[in-house]
């Protein structure tokens, strides 16, 4: 039948709102991608220009494959590779397991440990990570190691049982150094968790267990993977571990070649780029099996219009054993470097735990701690930088997110998505001399202020907003949007009262990742800070370098009840706003 003529308007005007729609979506996903590709592209050009010549960046270059072939020809190259691909891999799937097992009890559960946890495994992250592997040297080495002296005088032999310079030992500190970031990726997916299928198989028969392995597990699988490749890829850059466990002990790891290629005199800036590379191909093989374990989207939806309550298991007996187990983990990963770190603050120069130290106790480092040079001002500018940081790539990780999974522009939206996962592969050495060279031949005020910090952090923190953001938004079905828009609500308003509420935690989580991420970073701070510019962490190095090691405990003390208090005051305004941090 013919249409009549008084229906041509009404549709005219429907597809012509359905052209403004594309329209805007278009030039929302242009800016997204101008916006990503100003903080990513420099520092990738400047990986890839210095992998292809053998001359610095300012000079006039002489490209060359020398340099590839030079990095990749070596066989030290490929030991050390090993060493890297055999501590990410295990340390990887460790912490995802722990970091799961917590997060399911804080969450799913009726264990009392709910309440403490997220604090507990929150604190660790700020503490500078050459002061955790410091405290479990002094607790795990060979000579003076509190641990090994208790050993030995009880089974009686002169060798120390436990060797923590050694590859196993390098992974158990790093699992218990990752493991709160990865609490903090799996944290807001069970907790966000539609429970009505858990449900149906539980009325159907099926143990706790079954439920966890057939249902729970699989709908989180997206999380799961994506925690896991960003674990991984991050234990392969990790830098503070290799440095002070494994270079002492002999145990090369390619994060270690590109810090001595770097740091040596002459520096070699280029081969350090050309190992980069490899991190770059990595993440970018993680990211298309990512996609293609999760190209069926809608498996994993757990958030729809229906309404739903949490449901958490009731443990009956297993209650205590969860108890203790994560009371357990706790403590290794926060209770026991804390101690250690508490100690040296109240002695007056390293000693391990003893009857007779107990008689030195003194708190002289901590007004020297305050009075050294600018303490005061580093943590204020990296609590502001942080803070910064994370506000603005949360935002970016959010508009992401929506464009990714909220639009039909598939092309654009992965050229997006692999951009700004992309500094991912760039270790903050890269990113600190590249932005340095960068802001130095661009004619802009910002070399040697705060605002060049503020985009080394973003540049280097943008994958893991635009990650938990994905997350967070790939749980929450589209039919809300669609009844939003049924009962006339502009998509503004659909993402200002219903998106973005529902995604309020793990936001909220984005912000707080970033944020101590940031106040910990050091490899790119180290070559941006200048007068007046001072940042936390690269204060904590300089402290190290100069042998005030109880100073710097001191320091550090104090920074850690800073971030507890914040923390508390965090958790109470989040619960007067109705989100739970």
């Known amino acids: 039948m013919i249409p009549q003529p008084s229906h041509l308007p009404e549709r005219s005007a429907v597809r012509a709102a359905k052209r403004r ?20 592209v420099p520092p990738l050009l400047m990986l890839v220009y210095g992998s292809l010549t053998d001359t610095p960046p300012e000079a006039v270059p002489n490209f060359t494959v020398a340099t590839l072939m030079q990095a990749y020809g070596a066989r030290t190259t490929y030991r050390s590779l090993t060493n890297s691909l055999i501590y990410a891999f295990t340390t990887a799937t460790f912490v995802i397991i722990i970091g799961g097992f917590l997060a399911w009890a804080a969450e799913r559960t009726d264990a009392i440990v709910r309440n403490i946890t997220d604090l507990f495994v929150l604190a660790p992250i700020l503490m500078p990570a050459v002061m955790l592997v410091s405290g479990w040297i002094m607790l795990l080495g060979p000579g003076s190691g509190i641990v090994n002296m208790m050993l030995k005088d009880l089974l009686g032999t002169q060798q120390a049982p436990l060797n923590l310079f050694s590859l ?37 028969g099926a143990s706790n267990w079954n439920v966890l392995r057939r249902i729970t597990l699989p709908i989180l699988l997206p999380t799961i993977y994506a925690a896991w ?21 002999g145990i090369l790891f390619y994060s270690t070649e590109i810090y001595l290629v770097t740091t040596r005199f002459p520096s070699d800036l280029n081969a350090a780029s050309a190992y980069c590379l490899l991190y770059l191909v990595t993440v970018v093989l993680g990211l298309a099996l990512y996609r293609r374990a999760t190209r069926d989207a809608s498996r994993f939806v757990t958030i729809t219009g229906k309404g739903y309550t949490p449901r958490r298991i009731e ?3 297993w209650r205590h054993a969860v108890n203790a187990a994560v009371i357990f983990v706790l403590f290794l990963v926060a209770g026991l470097p804390m101690l250690v ?22 708190l002289q480092n901590f007004p020297a701690a305050l009075n050294y040079g600018p303490a005061k001002r580093a943590v204020i500018n990296s609590l502001v930088l942080g803070l910064g940081a994370g506000v603005i790539t949360t935002v970016l990780g959010a508009a992401i997110a929506w464009f990714l999974l909220r639009t039909r522009h598939r092309r654009l939206g ?96 984005s912000v707080v990742y970033v944020m101590l991420r940031s106040f910990r970073e050091y490899s790119a701070s ?46 109470w305004a989040g619960a007067r706003a109705g989100i739970k941090l």
């Open 21 to 40: 729609r594309v329209s805007a979506e278009l030039v929302i996903g242009s800016l997204l991608l101008g916006v990503v590709g100003y903080f990513v």
């Open 168 to 204: 196993p030992g390098m992974i158990w500190v790093g699992i218990l150094q990752e493991l709160p970031l990865a609490f903090l990726w799996l944290w807001p997916a069970f907790r966000a968790m539609n429970p009505a299928l858990e449900e149906a198989a539980l009325m159907a």
């Open 229 to 249: 490749l960003i674990c991984f890829i991050f234990a392969l850059g990790a830098l503070s571990v290799p440095l002070l466990l494994g270079l002492p002990s």
């Open 315 to 317: 443990l009956g007996l």
């Open 341 to 362: 770190l508490i100690w040296s603050s109240l002695m007056p120069f390293p000693q391990p735990p003893s009857i007779a130290a107990l008689s030195q106790i003194t």
């Open 414 to 509: 992965a050229w997006i998505d692999q951009l700004s996962t992309a500094p991912i592969a760039l270790p903050g050495i890269l990113v600190g001399v590249s932005l340095l060279w960068t802001y130095i031949m661009i004619p802009l005020p910002i070399y040697a202020t705060a605002w060049i910090l503020l985009i080394a952090y973003i540049t280097l923190h943008i994958p893991y907003s635009v990650r938990i953001c994905v997350s967070a938004l790939s749980q929450i079905h589209r039919e809300l949007d669609e009844a939003a828009m049924m009962a006339g609500a502009r998509r503004f308003t659909t993402l200002r009262r219903i998106i973005f509420p529902l995604m309020a935690s793990s936001l909220a989580v």
């Open 526 to 571: 180290i070559f941006l800070t200048g007068v007046n510019t001072e940042v936390f962490s690269v204060l904590v190095l300089d402290m190290w370098a100069g042998g005030v090691s109880n100073v710097l405990a001191a320091y550090v003390t104090m920074v850690m009840g800073l971030l507890i208090v914040a923390t508390s005051i965090l958790q």
